[in-house]
């Protein structure tokens, strides 16, 4: 009894791990997005201050 309740343990645990580094990695993702527009944004912003 003792075993199964350690192996159902470590499988929640490892479900929940999953589950965080699944978060992580989307919102690593998202920022790499993110990040990777700013150039255009900048380029954007000094296109309009530069064409007042």
Do not use: Q, Y
């Amino acid at each position: 009894m003792r075993t199964e309740a350690t192996e159902t343990l470590t499988e929640k645990k490892e479900k929940a791990m999953n589950a965080v580094a699944e978060i992580i990695h989307g919102f690593m993702r998202d920022l790499a997005e993110a990040l990777a527009s700013v150039p255009d944004v900048l380029a954007g912003l000094l296109g309009g201050v530069n064409g007042r």
